[in-house]
Protein backbone atom coordinates (compact mmCIF):
# COMPACT_ATOMS: atom_id res chain seq x y z
CA UNK A 1 0.00 0.00 0.00
CA UNK A 2 0.96 3.67 -1.33
CA UNK A 3 2.45 5.60 1.78
CA UNK A 4 -0.08 7.81 3.30
CA UNK A 5 -2.94 5.33 1.77
CA UNK A 6 -5.38 3.71 4.58
CA UNK A 7 -8.21 0.80 4.33
CA UNK A 8 -11.62 0.67 6.00
CA UNK A 9 -14.78 -1.52 5.40
CA UNK A 10 -13.31 -2.88 2.69
CA UNK A 11 -12.54 0.48 0.65
CA UNK A 12 -9.11 1.15 0.14
CA UNK A 13 -8.34 5.41 0.76
CA UNK A 14 -5.39 6.52 -1.85
CA UNK A 15 -3.06 9.67 -0.09
CA UNK A 16 -4.60 11.73 -2.24
CA UNK A 17 -8.44 10.72 -0.76
CA UNK A 18 -6.80 11.43 2.61
CA UNK A 19 -5.48 14.68 1.61
CA UNK A 20 -9.09 15.55 0.45
CA UNK A 21 -11.03 13.93 3.60
CA UNK A 22 -8.14 16.10 6.25
CA UNK A 23 -8.91 19.35 4.01
CA UNK A 24 -12.36 19.03 4.15
CA UNK A 25 -12.66 18.99 7.27
CA UNK A 26 -10.65 21.78 7.84
CA UNK A 27 -12.79 23.69 5.12
CA UNK A 28 -16.15 23.16 6.59
CA UNK A 29 -16.06 22.72 11.05
CA UNK A 30 -19.38 23.79 11.16
CA UNK A 31 -20.91 20.94 9.86
CA UNK A 32 -22.36 17.92 12.33
CA UNK A 33 -20.78 14.56 11.50
CA UNK A 34 -23.68 13.12 9.25
CA UNK A 35 -23.08 15.93 6.71
CA UNK A 36 -19.18 15.57 7.11
CA UNK A 37 -19.40 11.95 5.96
CA UNK A 38 -21.84 12.75 3.40
CA UNK A 39 -19.93 15.61 1.75
CA UNK A 40 -16.75 13.14 2.04
CA UNK A 41 -18.28 10.41 0.60
CA UNK A 42 -19.63 12.95 -2.64
CA UNK A 43 -15.99 13.86 -2.77
CA UNK A 44 -14.16 10.28 -2.82
CA UNK A 45 -17.08 8.67 -4.60
CA UNK A 46 -17.62 6.32 -1.65
CA UNK A 47 -21.03 4.90 -2.45
CA UNK A 48 -23.00 1.65 -2.68
CA UNK A 49 -23.64 0.08 -5.55
CA UNK A 50 -26.83 1.49 -6.36
CA UNK A 51 -25.10 4.88 -5.85
CA UNK A 52 -25.75 5.79 -2.44
CA UNK A 53 -23.49 7.02 0.13
CA UNK A 54 -21.73 4.96 2.38
CA UNK A 55 -22.40 7.45 5.01
CA UNK A 56 -22.65 4.96 8.33
CA UNK A 57 -19.18 3.54 7.38
CA UNK A 58 -17.93 6.70 6.53
CA UNK A 59 -18.98 8.26 10.73
CA UNK A 60 -16.93 5.25 11.50
CA UNK A 61 -13.67 5.85 9.71
CA UNK A 62 -13.75 9.67 10.65
CA UNK A 63 -14.34 9.09 14.32
CA UNK A 64 -11.01 6.70 13.68
CA UNK A 65 -9.09 9.22 11.87
CA UNK A 66 -9.53 11.61 14.97
CA UNK A 67 -8.79 9.25 17.57
CA UNK A 68 -5.58 8.92 15.57
CA UNK A 69 -5.38 12.82 15.87
CA UNK A 70 -5.23 13.07 11.91
CA UNK A 71 -8.39 14.90 12.00
CA UNK A 72 -11.19 17.38 14.09
CA UNK A 73 -14.39 16.68 14.27
CA UNK A 74 -17.66 18.85 15.64
CA UNK A 75 -18.63 17.61 19.04
CA UNK A 76 -21.77 14.84 18.59
CA UNK A 77 -25.36 17.02 19.96
CA UNK A 78 -26.74 15.18 22.94
CA UNK A 79 -29.31 13.82 21.88
CA UNK A 80 -26.84 11.70 19.13
CA UNK A 81 -24.19 10.95 22.05
CA UNK A 82 -25.28 7.11 21.97
CA UNK A 83 -24.59 6.83 18.24
CA UNK A 84 -20.84 6.76 19.28
CA UNK A 85 -21.25 4.38 21.56
CA UNK A 86 -21.14 1.11 19.96
CA UNK A 87 -22.14 -0.74 23.07
CA UNK A 88 -25.17 1.44 23.95
CA UNK A 89 -29.14 -0.27 22.65
CA UNK A 90 -31.53 2.35 21.50
CA UNK A 91 -34.95 2.50 21.94
CA UNK A 92 -37.35 2.25 19.20
CA UNK A 93 -38.52 5.78 19.29
CA UNK A 94 -34.64 7.03 19.47
CA UNK A 95 -33.40 4.75 16.60
CA UNK A 96 -35.88 6.78 14.03
CA UNK A 97 -32.94 8.89 12.66
CA UNK A 98 -30.81 6.00 12.60
CA UNK A 99 -33.11 4.26 10.71
CA UNK A 100 -33.14 6.30 8.43
CA UNK A 101 -29.69 6.22 8.15
CA UNK A 102 -29.07 2.44 7.25
CA UNK A 103 -32.25 2.18 5.45
CA UNK A 104 -30.96 0.66 2.43
CA UNK A 105 -27.30 0.67 2.95
CA UNK A 106 -27.50 -2.77 3.78
CA UNK A 107 -29.18 -4.42 0.52
CA UNK A 108 -26.22 -5.14 -1.90
CA UNK A 109 -24.27 -6.01 0.76
CA UNK A 110 -22.96 -9.49 2.00
CA UNK A 111 -24.48 -10.83 5.29
CA UNK A 112 -23.06 -13.03 7.82
CA UNK A 113 -24.26 -15.65 10.18
CA UNK A 114 -22.03 -15.25 13.36
CA UNK A 115 -22.09 -17.98 16.21
CA UNK A 116 -22.90 -16.60 19.33
CA UNK A 117 -20.12 -17.76 21.85
CA UNK A 118 -20.54 -17.09 25.64
CA UNK A 119 -18.78 -13.25 26.30
CA UNK A 120 -19.66 -10.01 25.47
CA UNK A 121 -21.46 -10.93 21.95
CA UNK A 122 -23.85 -13.32 23.99
CA UNK A 123 -24.20 -10.34 26.49
CA UNK A 124 -25.14 -8.25 23.46
CA UNK A 125 -27.61 -10.78 21.71
CA UNK A 126 -29.55 -11.09 25.17
CA UNK A 127 -29.82 -7.28 25.24
CA UNK A 128 -31.13 -7.29 22.12
CA UNK A 129 -33.48 -9.92 22.15
CA UNK A 130 -34.71 -8.61 26.07
CA UNK A 131 -35.57 -5.20 24.30
CA UNK A 132 -36.93 -5.62 21.45
CA UNK A 133 -38.58 -9.12 20.74
CA UNK A 134 -42.30 -9.56 22.25
CA UNK A 135 -41.61 -12.82 24.16
CA UNK A 136 -37.90 -11.42 25.65
CA UNK A 137 -34.88 -13.61 26.13
CA UNK A 138 -35.88 -16.73 26.52
CA UNK A 139 -34.65 -19.64 29.04
CA UNK A 140 -33.49 -22.20 27.02
CA UNK A 141 -32.38 -25.86 28.20
CA UNK A 142 -30.40 -28.22 25.94
CA UNK A 143 -28.78 -27.83 22.30
CA UNK A 144 -28.92 -24.37 21.14
CA UNK A 145 -27.15 -22.49 18.67
CA UNK A 146 -27.94 -18.78 18.55
CA UNK A 147 -26.86 -16.16 15.57
CA UNK A 148 -26.13 -12.87 15.60
CA UNK A 149 -26.94 -11.72 11.85
CA UNK A 150 -24.59 -9.16 10.88
CA UNK A 151 -22.90 -7.04 7.91
CA UNK A 152 -19.64 -5.11 7.45
CA UNK A 153 -19.12 -5.19 11.58
CA UNK A 154 -22.71 -4.13 12.33
CA UNK A 155 -25.42 -5.98 13.84
CA UNK A 156 -28.67 -6.28 12.12
CA UNK A 157 -30.51 -8.68 14.16
CA UNK A 158 -31.08 -12.11 16.49
CA UNK A 159 -31.87 -16.29 15.62
CA UNK A 160 -31.91 -18.82 18.08
CA UNK A 161 -32.24 -22.39 17.75
CA UNK A 162 -33.41 -24.77 19.99
CA UNK A 163 -35.38 -27.95 21.20
CA UNK A 164 -38.39 -29.03 19.55
CA UNK A 165 -41.86 -28.87 20.77
CA UNK A 166 -42.95 -31.97 22.60
CA UNK A 167 -45.95 -32.90 21.14
CA UNK A 168 -47.48 -31.21 17.99
CA UNK A 169 -50.39 -32.95 16.39
CA UNK A 170 -50.12 -31.32 12.83
CA UNK A 171 -46.35 -31.96 12.65
CA UNK A 172 -46.57 -36.04 13.98
CA UNK A 173 -49.78 -36.36 11.47
CA UNK A 174 -47.08 -34.74 8.44
CA UNK A 175 -44.38 -36.77 9.34
CA UNK A 176 -46.12 -39.96 10.09
CA UNK A 177 -44.81 -40.44 13.39
CA UNK A 178 -45.83 -43.04 15.93
CA UNK A 179 -45.66 -41.96 19.30
CA UNK A 180 -42.49 -44.35 19.98
CA UNK A 181 -40.56 -42.95 16.91
CA UNK A 182 -41.82 -39.38 18.13
CA UNK A 183 -40.01 -40.45 21.37
CA UNK A 184 -36.77 -41.86 20.18
CA UNK A 185 -35.86 -39.03 17.41
CA UNK A 186 -37.71 -35.66 18.50
CA UNK A 187 -33.96 -34.45 19.06
CA UNK A 188 -33.64 -34.52 15.47
CA UNK A 189 -36.12 -31.38 15.46
CA UNK A 190 -34.59 -27.73 16.24
CA UNK A 191 -36.82 -25.27 16.24
CA UNK A 192 -35.94 -21.34 15.59
CA UNK A 193 -37.84 -20.14 19.43
CA UNK A 194 -36.48 -16.26 18.26
CA UNK A 195 -35.98 -14.74 15.26
CA UNK A 196 -35.80 -10.64 15.33
CA UNK A 197 -34.77 -7.91 13.14
CA UNK A 198 -33.69 -4.64 15.34
CA UNK A 199 -36.08 -2.22 14.97
CA UNK A 200 -34.50 0.34 12.83
CA UNK A 201 -32.93 -1.66 10.00
CA UNK A 202 -34.91 -1.79 6.95
CA UNK A 203 -33.57 -3.87 4.09
CA UNK A 204 -36.07 -5.57 1.82
CA UNK A 205 -35.69 -9.56 1.78
CA UNK A 206 -33.19 -9.42 5.00
CA UNK A 207 -35.02 -11.23 6.94
CA UNK A 208 -35.97 -14.49 3.99
CA UNK A 209 -32.42 -13.92 3.44
CA UNK A 210 -31.24 -14.44 6.77
CA UNK A 211 -33.33 -17.39 7.18
CA UNK A 212 -32.57 -19.31 3.84
CA UNK A 213 -28.51 -18.50 4.80
CA UNK A 214 -29.57 -20.48 8.42
CA UNK A 215 -30.91 -23.45 6.89
CA UNK A 216 -27.85 -23.76 5.01
CA UNK A 217 -25.40 -23.75 7.70
CA UNK A 218 -27.27 -25.01 10.77
CA UNK A 219 -26.90 -28.67 10.19
CA UNK A 220 -22.71 -28.01 10.01
CA UNK A 221 -22.98 -25.72 12.57
CA UNK A 222 -24.81 -28.18 15.17
CA UNK A 223 -23.13 -31.27 13.99
CA UNK A 224 -19.53 -29.31 15.61
CA UNK A 225 -20.95 -28.49 18.21
CA UNK A 226 -23.14 -31.26 19.82
CA UNK A 227 -21.67 -34.54 17.11
CA UNK A 228 -25.27 -34.76 15.14
CA UNK A 229 -27.26 -32.87 13.10
CA UNK A 230 -30.97 -31.95 13.07
CA UNK A 231 -32.87 -32.96 9.83
CA UNK A 232 -35.96 -30.57 10.40
CA UNK A 233 -36.82 -27.13 11.54
CA UNK A 234 -40.20 -25.94 13.02
CA UNK A 235 -41.44 -22.37 14.19
CA UNK A 236 -44.22 -20.89 15.22
CA UNK A 237 -45.60 -17.69 14.34
CA UNK A 238 -47.91 -15.77 16.34
CA UNK A 239 -51.07 -13.66 15.30
CA UNK A 240 -50.82 -11.03 13.80
CA UNK A 241 -47.83 -11.82 12.38
CA UNK A 242 -48.20 -13.57 9.06
CA UNK A 243 -45.08 -15.62 8.43
CA UNK A 244 -44.48 -13.63 5.68
CA UNK A 245 -40.22 -14.53 5.60
CA UNK A 246 -41.08 -18.02 6.15
CA UNK A 247 -42.74 -18.16 3.38
CA UNK A 248 -40.55 -16.24 0.96
CA UNK A 249 -37.91 -18.70 2.52
CA UNK A 250 -39.89 -22.02 1.63
CA UNK A 251 -41.04 -23.12 5.17
CA UNK A 252 -44.47 -25.26 5.16
CA UNK A 253 -47.56 -23.91 6.61
CA UNK A 254 -48.69 -27.34 8.77
CA UNK A 255 -51.37 -26.03 10.90
CA UNK A 256 -52.23 -24.30 14.05
CA UNK A 257 -51.23 -25.09 17.48
CA UNK A 258 -53.77 -25.85 20.16
CA UNK A 259 -52.87 -23.38 22.41
CA UNK A 260 -50.52 -25.22 24.78
CA UNK A 261 -46.87 -24.61 26.11
CA UNK A 262 -44.36 -27.02 25.16
CA UNK A 263 -44.06 -28.96 28.29
CA UNK A 264 -48.19 -28.99 29.14
CA UNK A 265 -48.69 -32.47 28.36
CA UNK A 266 -51.44 -32.23 30.96
CA UNK A 267 -53.81 -29.58 29.63
CA UNK A 268 -53.20 -27.00 32.04
CA UNK A 269 -52.10 -23.87 30.51
CA UNK A 270 -54.02 -21.80 27.79
CA UNK A 271 -52.13 -19.69 25.41
CA UNK A 272 -52.48 -18.37 22.06
CA UNK A 273 -53.11 -20.49 19.10
CA UNK A 274 -50.13 -19.76 16.77
CA UNK A 275 -49.17 -21.10 13.24
CA UNK A 276 -46.94 -24.00 12.64
CA UNK A 277 -44.10 -23.96 10.06
CA UNK A 278 -41.28 -26.31 8.89
CA UNK A 279 -38.10 -26.80 6.87
CA UNK A 280 -36.85 -29.87 5.69
CA UNK A 281 -32.87 -29.99 6.13
CA UNK A 282 -32.33 -32.90 3.56
CA UNK A 283 -34.60 -34.99 1.12
CA UNK A 284 -34.98 -38.35 3.59
CA UNK A 285 -35.50 -36.25 6.59
CA UNK A 286 -39.08 -39.06 7.21
CA UNK A 287 -36.29 -41.71 7.15
CA UNK A 288 -34.10 -40.26 9.26
CA UNK A 289 -37.22 -39.36 11.83
CA UNK A 290 -39.28 -42.47 11.71
CA UNK A 291 -36.03 -44.28 12.34
CA UNK A 292 -35.37 -46.60 8.79
CA UNK A 293 -32.13 -44.40 7.75
CA UNK A 294 -29.45 -43.20 9.94
CA UNK A 295 -29.26 -39.56 11.35
CA UNK A 296 -26.44 -38.11 8.69
CA UNK A 297 -25.81 -34.56 7.61
CA UNK A 298 -25.84 -33.57 4.51
CA UNK A 299 -24.51 -30.35 2.32
CA UNK A 300 -27.55 -28.29 0.80
CA UNK A 301 -25.52 -28.54 -2.28
CA UNK A 302 -25.27 -32.07 -2.74
CA UNK A 303 -29.47 -31.93 -2.62
Same mark, same amino acid.
Given at each position: ????A?E????? +???E????????TE????L?????????? $????????????K? +????E??????A $??? #? /?????????A???N??????????????? $???????????N?E?V??G??L???????????KL??P *?? +?????????????????????????W?L????????????????? &???????????I????H???L?? *??????????? *????????Y????????????Y /?????????? #?? &??????????????EW??????????P &?Q?? +????? /?????? /????????
Open positions: MEKGRHSGRK +FSADMELIIATMYPKSQKEMASTVC $ELIGWTTPNGKPR +FQCVFLRQLE $EGL #I /KLPAIKAKNRLANSAIPTAEQATDERI $ELEGIYGCVALLIQPKRAQWRKYVSSYHGD *RV +FGSQIRYMITTEGHDLGCLLFSASSAAPREKWIGWTAEERQAH &LYLIANNSRFLLPWVVKNAS *RALSMAARRIQ *RDWLAEYCAPVLLETFVEPP /KGTCYKASNW #IY &LGETQGRGRNDRNYALTQKSIYVL &LRD +FRDVL /KGTKPC /KAVNPDDE
